[in-house]
């Protein structure tokens, strides 16, 4: 009777790792964002899904004193509204964010925060929210 409640717990473990969406991104040493096989990087995903951000950092010519040396700050595009829990400094090499995605559909930026070099204003990638 455990073994089988275990097994259940199990497949439905399995389930809820499979629903997750994983972005992997590269903050790279040249401030930009790099996402593999993407020439000019796009982030979709469905509103209030569970997102798993994986992300490598290099730093850049420049970094904040506490180590940090990018940031991935998402924005609404339309008013520039934070996003609770997707402001995240990056340290060098790689890291994972358990998030989820905004409720609201539409239009939204991510941003770094860290000035990493002359180019870091142009750090950004835009971030669709689907219904
Ligand atoms: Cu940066």
Not at 5 to 26: F, M, P, R, T, Y
Not at 112 to 126: A, L, N, P, Q
């Amino acid at each position: 009777m455990l073994c089988m409640l275990g097994i259940v717990l199990l497949l439905a473990a399995k389930l809820a790792v499979s629903q997750v969406h994983v972005i992997e991104v590269l903050a790279d040493k040249d401030s930009v964002f790099k996402i593999a096989g993407q020439s000019k990087p796009e982030i979709t995903v469905k509103a209030g899904e569970s997102v798993l951000l994986r992300i490598v950092a290099r730093k850049g010519k420049t970094w904040n004193r506490d180590g940090t040396v990018h940031g991935f700050t998402l924005l609404r595009a339309k008013d520039h509204g934070k996003i609770p829990g997707w402001n995240l400094e990056l340290k060098p090499g790689m890291q994972e964010f358990n998030l989820t995605a905004p409720g609201e559909p539409g239009e939204y930026e991510v941003l770094c925060t860290v000035i990493c070099s002359e180019d870091h204003e142009g750090m950004r990638i835009k971030f669709v929210v689907t219904p």
